[in-house]
């Protein structure tokens, strides 16, 4: 079957630390991958995407990703984590129905 | 400026009460989708559509309708059969292509009063 698995529910950082939020995928044949953002009660935004050619992508916000095939990940990560950060994370893949499979969501925390 | 435009924001419900949520979109996409969101559950979907007058079941459809009777519009009824209708609720649209990434609107929180 076809899934993401984002690993911890909850991630806290201090402000200025590294961000590293994890994700994998299941498939036999790499999908497109997108980590997407959301601030509390609003809808989610893209911050990057991976569909072919360089594994390592970057995003809004600072943000970057590196695509796997090995380990069949997809983690994100920030060099320097800010108080606006603090938000929930998705991992996303495509799939071949065209809908998109999301994780359960990572909530990443910021401590001052 | 394209996107997606969710109404209302906010809405209540009473026990008993069909309610139904609006989702338009100007991005000439042909595939949307309602997704639930509650809390530690990240988003489940409800229904899907990716031509006009066609939909699909999602995950959750049981207590949910929808109807796409334009590519601009999926509204989505929360009928008095959803036993927990409480829930922030999420649309999203698609543009064809597997590498293409969904927009979402800014969502619509349900409370049962």
């Known amino acids: 079957a076809q899934s993401v698995t984002q690993l911890g529910s909850h991630v806290s950082v201090s402000e200025g630390a590294l961000v590293l939020l994890r994700c994998n995928y299941s498939?036999?044949?790499?999908?497109?991958l997108f980590w997407y953002v959301q601030y509390p009660n609003q809808g989610l935004q893209l911050l990057l995407k991976?569909?072919?050619?360089?594994?390592l992508v970057k995003g809004i916000n600072g943000f970057e990703a590196e695509f796997k095939k090995s380990e069949t990940s997809f983690h994100l990560t920030k060099p320097s984590a800010h108080m606006s950060d603090a938000a929930e994370y998705f991992c996303?893949?495509?799939?071949?129905?065209?809908?998109?499979?999301f994780g359960q969501g990572t909530t990443l925390q910021v401590k001052p | 400026d394209g996107g997606i435009t969710q109404s209302p924001k906010y809405l209540f419900r009473k026990e008993g009460q069909n309610v139904t949520l609006s989702c338009e979109q100007n991005?000439?996409?042909?595939?949307m989708y309602w997704y639930r969101q509650d809390p530690g559950q990240g988003l489940r979907l409800i229904y899907y559509?990716?031509?006009?007058?066609?939909?699909q079941k999602g995950d959750i459809a049981e207590g949910y309708s929808v109807s796409r009777e334009k590519k601009e519009s999926f509204p989505l009824t929360v009928t008095s059969a959803q036993k927990n209708p409480t829930a922030f609720y999420l649309c999203?649209?698609?543009?064809?292509?597997?590498?293409?990434?969904?927009?979402f609107g800014q969502g619509t929180r349900l409370t049962v009063v």
């Open positions: 996303a893949r495509s799939s071949n129905t065209g809908k998109l499979i």
């Open positions: 498939s036999s044949v790499p999908p497109y």
């Open positions: 991976y569909t072919t050619g360089a594994t």
């Open positions: 991005l000439n996409h042909d595939a």
């Open positions: 559509s990716q031509i006009v007058n066609d939909f």
């Open positions: 999203a649209s698609i543009a064809t292509g597997a590498h293409t990434e969904a927009f």
